[in-house]
Structure formats: C-alpha cells, structure tokens
C-alpha cells in the first residue's frame, strides 16, 4: 500500500494531509484572529514565513477550501484573504491543540 492509499483510508491522515502543513495552521489561526486580512498583513502575523511559502500555503489552502481569495478590480488591485465555513470548523480544534501545547510547554 502507497503513502496515497494510507491517506485516503485513514481520516486522521487525510485531514493532517489537508492541514499539515508547517504554515498551514498558523496562517489559520491568524485569519481566525482577524478575520479578514490582506496578504502583507497576514505575512507580518505569521512570523518566520517567506513570500514564497505564503504564496504557496494560502493557494493550497484555497483549493482545500479552508481559504477564500477576494480581489477587488481597484487600481491598485486590492486582495483579502478570509477563512471559508469549512475552515472556521477548525477553530475549535486548533484551540484545544494550542491549550494541549501551552500545558505541555509549561511541563519542560
């Protein structure tokens, strides 16, 4: 059985797959703090992020349909980033992992 096959059986692996991604979750939670941002915006809250992954981590989580991309026909060209319904479902896990990490961080 093949990586892929061990993903799409396995819901825990398929959803990791989805948002596993190193930038993934923080891009996330960020856009979950403020809920509508634009790109240079969102690169000053997810620290440590380059042009390059921003870019790639927000088109993919587009196409999972956790993000959405508004552009505006503006001169200059105006683009918000926000999260879809389907990516507002992740909250509340996303916050249950983040009080799981702070408990185990305080035990180091």
């Keep these: 059985m093949d990586r892929k096959d061990r993903v799409t059986e396995c819901?825990?692996?398929y959803a990791l797959n989805?948002?596993?991604g190193k930038w993934h979750l923080q891009i996330i939670w960020?856009?979950?703090k403020k809920p509508v941002q634009r790109?240079?915006?969102l690169k000053r809250r997810v620290d440590g992020i380059t042009n390059m992954?921003?870019?790639q981590s927000l088109k993919e989580l587009e196409q999972y349909g956790?993000?959405?991309r508004t552009q505006y026909p503006e001169i200059?060209?105006?683009v918000e980033y926000s999260l879809t319904e389907e990516g507002q479902v992740l909250i509340p896990f996303i916050r249950e992992l983040s009080k799981w990490g702070a408990k185990q961080m305080s035990k180091s």
Excluded: D, Q
Aim: net charge neutral.
């Design 11 to 13: 819901p825990v692996a």
């Design 30 to 32: 960020a856009l979950y």
């Design 66 to 68: 956790l993000v959405t």
């Design 53 to 55: 992954m921003l870019s």
């Design 76 to 78: 200059p060209p105006r």
């Design 18 to 20: 989805l948002i596993g």
């Design 39 to 41: 790109y240079n915006e």
